[in-house]
């Protein structure tokens, strides 16, 4: 029964973690890909296509952490400390942007100032989530229930070219919002970035494919063993189905496919990154069911998630239908 | 390894208090400037007044750019847990950790959900729909405070727990966990503190602009208001600060022999320390001034009651005395200013004088910052009357920490002082700046000081050709 609770926790709170990265992955997007809309004018509709909903999406991060803590407090006592300085940066990036939503529209002598903060802040969260994300693959020293690894672990070549897909997808993720989102010059320029970003990505995912099975035996039995290797054919399978969908809809101009079709790129690699970790928390080192919390932990927050997921679920998506449709620059919300 | 001459430990304490000071002061606005919201919002739907309305949209910005300081600063405190302090994570996280869970649950997400729909959705989901937005907002921020002082009252008062062989804290009975024995006075002196906080803000605010203009009527409904609240909150805000501390001596009571400057046991009556330094190498509390037995009579309601000093627990047990005993008489200090300008509110009132009485407008804005300083206050008396424990009388802050180099702790306390101090400064300077607006924006001045997507419909364009400084100090 305690094996049983610890797996759908750790189903919730990668579902928590997805729900992240699919959600406030296009609004660090937006920021990422500033630089390529100099209009004050242009930026002020792209803030305000995700103004309503960012705060939400940010929470999921909240819960990814606040979640690991309370279900899995082991994992997060060893993985917090070994990702120390790129989980700060990421925290640090995260203020930047934050407030840069609230602050570019309280002066007309900084806005630039804020509109460079949601830039920095943007790209350094996303390319440091993509590390993190690296050197965990990679895998943690542990001894006992402590880190036992150095303060530059975390940066290697493989977790660097983790950082630039992450950064690369989320800045893909955020002109196929736009693309759906807005009209005219922003979208017709959003769905040009797309395309060589798409590009990038694809070549990111594919160098980290091959890669990842030649840094741990595990992984490479996983992929390439029998009869796993049956089932995890389908995720490259479902990846080239995704991306032939994306650029299809990026030739024939749609405003929803190529969004989707992201969102669809990064549930996979999500989903391959799943089938290299499972039964693993901290790849070959600790286990779903070790860094479990004792039960009592877990079914007391179970409770409270079964009851109040579909809950949030339902709200959040009421927020995104009430602020539905393209963002019209001329429109008044009030 | 240390970081300019201090330990991991003392760095990775002055992180936390550092980044959780900043982190409380915006949810201490925004709790209390939630529910005004709330109530303004109905307001001008029962009454249909602009005045309410306007009021509505005023504070509506303030309190969104305080909430997204208190969302960002509030990030980073759900991962320093992990970060410097994994090995309390590690042994508490399975008490700690579910409660945080809850509050993600249901208070961070409820916020933010409909945080959106308050802000810029009115006209899209019409009147109802809005309010109850509004409302679900407001009760996020109170949810959220109740889950988190439920988590820290259990640091310090811990109950329903058992500890397992690797030293984890295994739950026994979520129930006692919850309501533990400190619970419910640190909830609701917390929760009355942020009310107060945002009184004394909004008062400030109103008496600022009264002393310009006292015929404004927004003006004058917020500094009524934020009277009736500092008038009729103060008084019980101070009963109820008095039962936490009756509840902190049955529990804790080296804590209170800190923040009372007690080193020696009274058995017989115990001063009251009014002033005075705490030595706590000498164990002595040097140039007191006391008043004899008044510490008994409050503290045990009755002239000879015995209080125990410092010198009855170990060294090593004891908290330092000298903050808590700084701290506690500040926070004390301002809720008795506050309680006098309560009262001289009413009595202005009684007269008929609210909005004539120059002096009061005067101490009303020099006040408007008196919360904040209060609730800091307050909060270092308790957490560092706390020490030298994390769970009380169990686990030790040295035993909590991560495995965590000096150079690491102090460097990233460097980064976080400089971003800090940089950000959250220019923001509070764009607060004051949005307080400095009068309290009835023309249409030419709304478009430039409300925020994000309310560009739209007011031309975004037109905000940035506007001339710098046009939009506020006429």
């Given amino acids: 029964m305690a094996i049983d609770l610890s797996f759908i926790w750790a189903g919730i709170i990668a579902f928590a973690v997805l729900a992240y990265v699919v959600l406030d992955g296009f609004d660090l997007g937006i920021g990422i890909v500033f630089p390529f809309f100099r209009q004050r004018r242009d930026r002020d509709v792209m803030t305000n296509s995700i103004a309503p909903v960012w705060d939400g999406n940010e929470t999921w991060l909240v819960l990814g952490g606040g979640g690991l803590m309370a279900v899995f407090p082991l994992a997060y006592a060893i993985i917090m400390p070994a990702l120390y300085m790129p989980i700060i940066l990421m925290l640090v990036s995260l203020i930047f942007r934050g407030v840069a939503f609230e602050f570019r529209w309280r002066t007309h002598h900084e806005s630039h100032l804020w509109d460079f903060g949601f830039w920095i802040g943007s790209s350094v969260a996303a390319l440091m989530q993509g590390i993190a994300l690296g050197a965990l693959v990679q895998g943690i020293a542990v001894e006992g229930r402590r880190y036992a690894g150095g303060w530059w672990d975390w940066l290697t070549p493989f977790s660097a070219l983790t950082g630039v897909a992450v950064l690369v997808g989320y800045a893909l993720l955020g002109?196929?919002?736009?693309?759906?989102?807005?009209?005219?010059?922003?979208?017709?320029?959003?769905?040009?970035?797309a395309r060589p970003l798409s590009v990038c990505l694809l070549a990111l995912i594919g160098a980290i494919s091959v890669w990842t099975p030649f840094i741990n035996e595990m992984y490479f039995e996983r992929w390439f063993g029998w009869p796993t290797a049956f089932f995890s054919s389908f995720v490259p399978l479902l990846l080239a189905v995704c991306a032939s969908a994306l650029w299809h809809g990026l030739i024939h101009g749609k405003h929803l496919q190529p969004f989707l079709a992201a969102l669809g790129l990064f549930v996979l690699s999500f989903a391959g990154l799943g089938i290299s970790f499972y039964p693993y928390i901290i790849p070959g080192v600790l286990t779903i069911s070790d860094a479990a919390a004792p039960e009592s932990s877990l079914k007391f927050l179970l409770v409270g998630a079964v009851v109040l997921l579909p809950m949030i679920l339902a709200y959040t998506g009421y927020a995104y239908w009430v602020f539905r449709g393209k963002v019209d620059p001329e429109e008044g919300y009030h | 390894m240390t970081f300019f001459g201090l330990e991991a430990e003392m760095l990775a304490r002055i992180q936390f208090a550092f980044t959780v000071s900043f982190h409380f002061i915006f949810p201490a606005f925004s709790i209390g400037t939630a529910s005004y919201l709330a109530v303004l919002n109905a307001l001008w739907l029962w009454k249909r007044e602009e005045a309410y309305l306007k009021l509505f949209e005023y504070w509506k910005t303030i309190f969104a750019v305080t909430f997204a300081m208190g969302v960002v600063s509030g990030i980073v405190m759900s991962y320093q847990f992990g970060t410097n302090w994994?090995?309390?994570?590690?042994?508490?996280?399975?008490?700690?950790?579910?409660?945080?869970g809850y509050e993600v649950l249901t208070a961070f997400f409820l916020e933010a959900g409909f945080l959106g729909i308050a802000l810029f959705g009115r006209k899209r989901v019409g009147d109802t729909a809005h309010m109850v937005a509004v409302a679900m907002v407001a009760i996020g921020t109170l949810i959220s405070a109740t889950w988190i002082t439920a988590a820290n009252s259990w640091m310090h008062t811990p109950a329903g727990f058992s500890i397992d062989a690797n030293g984890v804290f295994v739950?026994?009975?979520?129930?006692?966990?919850?309501?533990?024995?400190?619970?419910?006075y640190r909830m609701t002196h917390t929760v009355m503190a942020a009310f107060l906080t945002t009184a004394f803000a909004v008062g400030a605010v109103g008496a600022w602009h009264l002393l310009k203009d006292r015929t404004n009527r927004q003006a004058r409904i917020m500094f009524s208001m934020a009277m009736w609240m500092?008038?009729?909150?103060?008084?019980?805000?101070?009963?109820?600060?008095?039962?936490?501390?009756?509840?902190?001596?049955?529990?804790?009571?080296a804590k209170i022999a800190a923040l009372e400057g007690h080193y020696e046991t009274h058995k017989d009556g115990a001063p009251l320390v009014l002033f005075g330094i705490p030595d706590d190498e000498a164990?002595?509390?040097?140039?007191?001034?006391?008043?004899?037995?008044?510490?008994?009579?409050?503290?045990?309601?009755?002239?000879?009651?015995?209080?125990k000093g410092l010198k009855e627990w170990p060294r090593d047990q004891r908290p330092p005395a000298l903050m808590p005993f700084i701290t506690f008489r500040i926070m004390v200090g301002?809720?008795?200013?506050?309680?006098?300008?309560?009262l001289w509110s009413l009595w202005a009132r009684w007269k008929g004088n609210l909005y004539d009485t120059h002096w009061l407008h005067r101490v009303a804005v020099a006040m408007g910052g008196s919360g904040f300083v209060a609730v800091l206050a307050g909060w270092y008396t308790t957490e560092v009357g706390r020490q030298p424990w994390t769970v009380y009388g169990h686990l030790r802050t040295a035993d909590s920490l991560s495995p965590v180099s000096a150079p690491a702790v102090g460097t990233s306390l460097l980064i976080f002082i400089a971003v800090?101090?940089?950000?959250?400064?220019?923001?509070?300077?764009?607060?004051?700046?949005?307080?400095?607006?009068?309290?009835?924006?023309?249409?030419?001045?709304?478009?430039?000081?409300?925020?994000?997507?309310?560009?739209?419909?007011?031309?975004?364009?037109a905000a940035q050709d506007h001339p710098v400084g046009g939009h506020h100090g006429h």
């Avoid at chain 2, 478009?447 to 007011?458: F, M, S, V």
Wanted: glycine letters at 10%; a neutral charge; hydrophobic letters at 40%.
């Fill in chain 1, 175 to 193: 002109v196929t919002w736009l693309n759906l989102k807005t009209s005219g010059d922003i979208q017709a320029r959003s769905a040009k970035l």
């Fill in chain 2, 230 to 253: 500092a008038a009729i909150v103060t008084p019980i805000q101070i009963f109820v600060g008095d039962l936490h501390g009756l509840n902190t001596l049955e529990h804790q009571p």
């Fill in chain 2, 283 to 307: 164990e002595t509390t040097r140039y007191a001034v006391e008043v004899p037995n008044l510490g008994s009579l409050i503290l045990r309601h009755e002239l000879n009651g015995e209080i």
């Fill in chain 2, 171 to 184: 739950p026994e009975d979520w129930w006692q966990i919850i309501f533990n024995p400190s619970f419910p």
């Fill in chain 2, 86 to 100: 994994s090995a309390f994570s590690d042994k508490a996280g399975p008490v700690i950790g579910p409660l945080m």
């Fill in chain 2, 420 to 461: 800090y101090f940089v950000v959250f400064g220019v923001g509070v300077y764009y607060l004051l700046k949005l307080m400095r607006r009068p309290p009835t924006p023309l249409d030419t001045d709304r478009k430039l000081d409300a925020g994000p997507i309310r560009t739209t419909g007011i031309t975004p364009g």
């Fill in chain 2, 334 to 342: 301002l809720g008795f200013l506050m309680l006098g300008v309560g």
